[in-house]
């Protein structure tokens, strides 16, 4: 089996496009999800949150917005908080992979270029998009002004050195009908395999 990490800039359409390559039969698994199962309610990972950032759990939840405000800005925070999350959500993508049957895999994940985690898999794919986009997009999906935009994306590499590594890039700056044609053609690129239409 193909495994295939899948990434792009932040609100460049990452999971955009993994819901089209899950629309071609294609397996994916979203890391940021299993990111927040492991500091669900309960877990050992939200208590071990909670030891190093009490502020930050309230009624025995997360507050992500707290959370992620003090990781964008401190780096030595987010290297804390990766290392009671990424033990825990390697151990979950490992255990899906080992379950599924298919010629190839997604695993995709925001921050993929940035951990170094990309080596884990056969290829990466890129998503990305021109810069005035990926700000506008950031902008108007999270109501960001535009100094937190540029935090946000100072916390991420350049868009030009995710390119770098890829073994595949998706641009995503036109219209959704123009990101499926290109999804398409790509992923059976990348992965040998031709997409399977969804009917719906």
Known sequence: MITVGLTGGIACGKSTVAAI????GVPVLDLDEV??????PGSEGLAEVAQRWPQVVRDGALDRKA???????????RRALEAITHPRIWAASEAWLAAQNAPAAVIEAAL?????SYRRYDKLLVVSCRPETQRARLAAREGYDAETVERWLAAQLPLAEKERLADAIIRNDGA???LVEST?????????????RSSA
């Open 21 to 24: 390559l899950r629309g071609f």
């Open 35 to 40: 990111g927040r199962h492991v500091v669900a």
């Open 67 to 77: 959370l992620g405000a003090i990781v964008v800005a401190d780096a030595e925070a």
């Open 112 to 116: 993929m270029v940035e951990t170094g």
């Open 176 to 178: 959704e009908a123009e």
């Open 184 to 196: 398409s053609q790509v992923w059976a690129r990348l992965s040998g395999c031709t997409p399977r």
